[in-house]
């Protein structure tokens, strides 16, 4: 039997785990969707709500919530893993913009239906600080204020703050200036998809547990010994999706990691300033992410584990004891306040990224096959808006949605292994150095250059 995976938010829970039926017999729906994570649970949502007749069942092959949607960072953020740049070349600059506009919608589309739908999510849109902690990671700062400027956003969707601002805000150690954008909450990212997956229940969608998807194909879909058929099929496996024969090579998984802290006194929060839950981030190479969560503790992360031969995915990967030690040095780096506070969690999961760093939401017209994710870290907004997406897919609507750049954006393929591997591996390693180098020499290096160029920003 399948367990949830170890991690501070599903410890969180007041439920306990009640594991839905499995599938045990062939069944017929109207759609049938693989994977029971934000973007399967949205897509149901939406299309229950716009279109009630229909027969819906979601595939889960662990519980409700067991990949990312469980066990992220917590940001429901307007972030999105493709930049204005990329997005105008592959649409036009309006359009591009429009993007934007709708993943600063998104956050508060989720508000909505969490208050509507009275889901306890610890929800609050304090918005989000990237810091700069030396004169590279400054100017890099200075630099995105500028972009957005460029692209016409104002103050109010993306500012800069000098170092006494920052610091009245966000009293890191060396702290020179922050930008901040108020398009962020802090959520407890399994609150939400577990509370999301009754919601959905109780709007007469049928959630099977413990039903693993050997593999599907145009209007079926195989469980054990169980056929599903179905009109449409959604693939929402995220990370999971290098699992099946056809998408091998379309995304990799790749590891994000995380640590929580025993919760905080009132005194060291005084000290350290973000009153609204502000999450928070930084201008370094190798990613990280953090967050102050309603009980007082630091809730943080980044990349830096390895990637796996073969986009192997295992919950053996999910502890990396070097990645979990650097995270806490660096957690007590920029707020050295906190040295000596334990450390009660570590924990992490996959996500996908595309080979040009692209989010998709795609339907095959011949197939009625779907499918959504390569969010690169960035899905527990843009997964709402893929749900709605593929809702106006399903039903045939051409909306505001339907047209966006990311609908029907197809990446191309990674490389076959040991190139995939070798490739990933060498990156990581190489913003690693860039990193250390930086800080050393307050030089910038070329990895940051090849980085941006990669995500396209
Ligand atoms: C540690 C970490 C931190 C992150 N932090 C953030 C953050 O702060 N903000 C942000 O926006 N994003 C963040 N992300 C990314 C975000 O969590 C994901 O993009 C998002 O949750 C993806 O949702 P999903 O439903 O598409 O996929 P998942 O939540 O991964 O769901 C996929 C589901 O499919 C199921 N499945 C897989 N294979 C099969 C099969 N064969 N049959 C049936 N079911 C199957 C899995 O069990 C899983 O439940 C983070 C990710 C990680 C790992």
């Known amino acids: 039997m399948s367990h949830p995976p170890k991690s501070l938010w599903w410890d969180s829970l007041s439920q306990p785990l009640k594991i839905r039926e499995s599938v045990d017999s062939n069944l017929e729906l109207d759609v049938a969707i693989i994977g029971a994570g934000y973007t399967g649970l949205w897509s149901a949502y939406y299309l229950k709500q716009n279109e009630p007749n229909l027969k819906i069942g979601l595939i889960e092959a662990n519980v409700a919530g067991f990949g990312a949607s469980g066990r992220n960072g917590g940001w429901c953020s307007a972030l999105f893993p493709v930049g204005l740049e990329k997005l105008a070349k592959q649409s ?6 429009r993007m934007q506009k709708t993943m600063f919608e998104t956050v508060d589309e989720v508000a909505r239906v969490i208050e509507k739908e009275n889901i306890d999510a610890e929800w609050q849109k304090g918005g989000s600080y990237s810091i700069a902690r030396d004169e590279i990671q400054l100017k890099r700062a200075k630099e995105e204020a500028a972009h957005f400027k460029e692209w ?53 969608v049928k959630i099977y547990e413990n039903s693993k998807v050997t593999s599907f194909l145009k209007n079926k879909v195989f469980v054990n010994n169980y056929q599903i058929n179905a009109k449409f099929i959604i693939n929402a496996t995220e990370a999971y999706r290098s ?41 370094r190479n190798v990613i990280i992410y953090g967050q102050r969560t309603k009980d007082n503790r630091f809730a943080f992360g980044g990349r830096g584990a390895p990637y796996h031969y073969g986009s192997k995915i295992k919950s053996v990967f999910d502890q990396h004891a070097r990645t979990h030690h650097d995270l806490l040095e660096t957690l007590i780096d920029i707020f050295p306040v906190i040295k000596g506070v334990k450390v009660t969690h570590t924990w992490g999961g996959p996500l996908a990224i595309a080979r040009d760093w692209a989010a998709h939401v795609t339907i095959d017209k011949n197939s009625n096959i779907l499918s959504a994710g390569s969010y690169v870290g960035d899905g527990v907004g843009t997964s709402n808006l893929a749900g709605r997406t593929i809702s106006d897919l399903i039903l045939n609507k051409e909306t505001n949605l339907t047209n966006l750049p990311w609908v029907q954006h197809k990446s191309r393929k990674w490389e076959i292994e040991p190139f995939r591997w070798i490739g990933v591996n060498s990156t990581l390693q190489m913003a690693k150095i860039a990193d250390v180098v930086e800080k050393k020499f307050k030089k910038e290096t070329f990895v940051t250059k090849l980085l941006s160029k990669l995500r396209g920003h």
Request: a negative charge; glycine letters at 4%; hydrophobic letters at 40%.
């Open 92 to 97: 036009d600059r309006q359009t591009a913009i």
């Open 243 to 283: 699992n099946f024969k056809q998408y091998k090579r379309a995304s990799i998984p790749v590891y994000s990691l995380m640590i929580a802290t025993e919760p905080l006194s009132q005194v060291i929060w005084n000290e350290i300033g973000l009153k609204n839950r502000e999450t928070f981030a930084d201008y």
């Open 152 to 204: 016409g956003f104002s103050d109010d969707d993306f500012t800069f703050f000098n170092q006494t601002e920052a610091t009245n805000r966000i009293n890191a150690a060396n702290i020179l200036g922050t930008t901040f954008t108020p398009h962020c909450a802090s959520i407890n990212p399994a609150k939400l998809v577990r509370q999301l997956s009754d919601v959905v229940e109780r709007m007469g």
